[in-house]
């Protein structure tokens, strides 16, 4: 049996790290309904393309006028059987609306209540409007970094911040929360900050810093390049691979693989670092990416392949685990998507229909809280749901 089955989540969120908890939540059972602006309402919400988070899998749907008095009571009934509210509107907004924390404990007294931001729900860049990039890089992410050729920091690909910093933290957090109202705990608040989320990530380099003065900057550090056995390498055909052979006996096995016995002594000497990492490039430049990886990863060298997104969706060891699924959309048809990979997560999944975007549980989900047909149907005429 799935580990969240049985708990109920109302996410109000469309994109960002409330969706990626939201997403992680239903791939654990958790029975997620997604709350959306009504159509005449929803030009300020992102609307994502077809195959993003999971292309909705699993996710029942309606769409509330929150702005309207029947909506929000709408939602408030819902809220009622929920377990778990997220949402992602700037600091005040669901007070505003009337669907904030203190509004919905009354309804649900034991509700876990989380609210996400990139700053924060209080503090002076609470109100900052934000994205992936600048949370990294408030948080140090960035400037431990290897510099661009301008020097400015790199663009990360991934999302760290929303899917790591936010996403993960808030399902963490959710986790936490669910445990101690099992325990007997009330109603519980919890203020997920993206930017704090990658502090958190960050702390073994922020540690450092505070307590020894250390910054852990671009080679300055063993995690940041300092020395040749942590580094990236470029190889005869052009493709890279990672090396990371931080344990003096792994360090000495890559040595001695890639025909430099004569550096296996020197492994943290700072005077021959660029010696040794000249070395290494050199080497690696004599045969192909994949040549080098088949020789190395097995024999305890902390060496694998860099890969781009359309290598890794095919490497037989992610393909053999069950990471990616089948899904198919109407319009688009069929394609892969990453399964619920996560430790206990279900991956054997079938293929999963994506539902045209308009469509809705509405009728269902407010016939579940109470409401009769025939208040449904007024509802929609007015406007408050859809």
Known sequence: MPQLQGITVLNLASVGPAARAARTLADYGARVIQVSPTLKKGAKQIRPPFHS????????????DLKAEAGKAAFLKLAARADVVIESYRPGVVDRLGIGFETV???KPDVVYCATTGYGQDGPAAGWAGHDINYLGVAGYLACSEPRADGGAPIPGATVADSAGGGMHAVLSILAALVRRSLGGDAQYLD????????????????????????????????????????VYRCKDGKWVSVGAIEPHFYRNLCGLLGLDQWADHQMDDSCQDEIRLAFREAFLERNRDEWV?????????????????????DPHFVERGV????????????RQ???????????????QVRSPNESDAQKLLEDVGYGVDEIEELRRTGAVD
């Open 192 to 231: 997920v900050a993206a930017a704090e989320g990658v502090i958190s990530l960050m702390s073994l380099s922020i540690d450092q810093f505070l307590a020894s003065g250390e910054v852990a900057g671009p080679r300055q550090v063993l995690l940041t390049g300092r020395y040749a056995f942590y580094d």
């Open 53 to 64: 988070y999971g292309a909705g899998r699993g996710f029942e749907r309606l769409r509330i």
């Open 105 to 107: 404990r009354k309804v």
């Open 338 to 352: 990453v399964a619920p990979i996560l430790a206990g997560g279900i991956r054997e999944q079938p293929n999963w």
């Open 324 to 335: 990616f699924m089948e899904a198919e959309d109407p319009e688009h048809g069929c394609f």
């Open 294 to 314: 088949a020789e190395l990863a097995p024999k305890n060298t902390c060496v694998a392949p860099v890969y781009e997104i359309p290598e890794l969706v095919d």
